[in-house]
């Protein structure tokens, strides 16, 4: 299935109201229901890009997260592919359409398996902002976090009913989850309203948790960031987000990276920058620079004749690629200091210079103009 952005699909500006997401979702599925465009398998692939848009974009949490992560963010939402497409959009879709569309929609999506009656959805997924040092992501390093989640009640875990006891049929549907009844030419399926779809209700509820099956908890634990971290990257720690419903599994915990900035270093990829001053004789004649990486100092040799902004690399001595572990560079950019306040000695010395290579400071300097380029990166 395509990963259009899921504004684009609705085209709906971003900041666009619930009413407007409502309201575009409603026009698009009319036009591509498949029951008005038999065996066109376009507006069928069409028709499901926007259910699965409106989806997101129609709960406010998940639309959150989709503005900061993109869908990504909901992978553990049944939005990694087609086949974890997940049937909450078949109860979407019957919010908005009212009864009127409603058949034949099952097929479409194959099983519902999240409303199935007794079938457990999964917990909502956590997200978390971690901010780092550029040291810390240089290393990696262990980070205690803490996290407000809700976890299955213990007594009757998580099913929120009184532990010996049963859910009952639900008296409304019988148990079927489903109200059927005719609407003119449709047959129309509605979820029932006592059990909400499940087919089962609770007659004895859990006392520990008031039939919820889920309780708050406080957790911290320690999680490992990996050396070469960098800001954007997420760190996916599973089955740590909140509770499922009804004994389902739990969601994942993200934890979103940011990294600091740096005194000295500047940083692209796994490569880093920084900037050192120089003597002009330093310079002119080559010297050794001493340079504090994160590895301990590094003594950098600075070849004879070194210009002002030329780039030296120190390799090695950048961050480790999160993935394939390789190490990146060091690039020190030179820059000559030029001397201030020179004593009188200092000056006749300098002009003795510029006389024994043939200039005169006197006279307007002619040749030294070209096209300026950044020679850093
Ligand atoms: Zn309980
Ligand atoms: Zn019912």
Same mark, same amino acid.
């Given at each position: ?27 698009? =599925? ?54 974890? #497409? ?6 979407? #879709? ?5 009864? #009127? ?13 999240? +409303? ?99 309780? +708050? ?38 934890? =979103? ?24 004789? +330093? ?10 990486? #994160? ?83």
């Amino acid at each position: 299935m395509s990963k259009r952005d899921a504004y684009e699909v609705l085209g709906v500006a971003r900041d666009s109201s619930q009413d407007e997401i409502k309201k575009a979702y409603r026009k698009l =599925a009319m036009q591509y229901h498949p029951d008005r465009n038999p065996g066109d398998t376009v507006a069928e692939e069409n028709f499901k890009e926007a259910a699965q848009a409106y989806s997101v974009l129609a709960d406010s949490e998940k639309r959150a997260t989709y503005d900061r992560f993109g869908y990504d963010g909901l992978r553990g939402e049944g939005f990694g592919g087609f086949s974890g #497409f997940n049937s909450t959009i078949f109860a979407d #879709f019957e919010d908005i359409l009212g009864d #009127f569309f409603s058949f034949g929609f099952g097929d479409l999506f194959g099983s519902r398996s999240r +409303r199935r009656p007794g079938g457990p959805a999964q917990g909502r997924d956590l997200v978390l902002q971690m901010e780092i040092t550029l040291d810390e992501a240089a290393s990696g390093m262990e980070k205690e976090i803490k996290i407000n989640r809700s976890r299955h009640c213990a007594e009757c875990r998580g099913t929120g009913v009184k532990p010996g006891t049963q859910r009952s049929t639900c008296p409304q549907c019988q148990g079927r989850g489903q109200v059927r009844y005719q609407q003119g030419f449709f047959a129309v399926a509605k979820a029932c309203s006592q059990c909400g779809g499940s087919g089962r209700i609770i007659t004895t509820p859990c006392e520990a948790c008031q039939g919820r099956g889920k309780q +708050r908890e406080k957790k911290s634990f320690k999680i490992n960031v990996p050396a070469g971290v960098d800001t954007g990257m997420k760190l996916r720690v599973e089955g740590e987000g909140d509770a499922g419903d009804e004994g389902g599994p739990p969601g994942d915990l993200y934890v =979103a990276i940011r990294v600091k900035s740096h005194k000295y270093f500047s940083r692209e990829n796994n490569n880093l920058f920084c900037q050192a001053i120089i003597s002009f004789p +330093r310079a002119a004649m080559g010297t050794k620079l001493e340079i504090p990486t #994160f590895e301990g100092r590094e003594i950098l040799t600075v070849p004879t004749g070194t210009q002002s902004g030329e780039v030296l690399k120190i390799k090695g001595k950048g961050l480790r690629n999160v993935s394939n572990h390789r190490k990146g560079d060091l690039f020190v950019r030179i820059e000559v200091g030029t001397p201030r306040n020179m004593s009188k000695k200092q000056k006749q010395i300098l002009r003795a210079f510029a006389e024994s290579q043939g200039e005169n400071l006197d006279e307007a300097e002619k040749g030294g103009i070209s096209r300026v380029k950044n020679l850093f990166r």
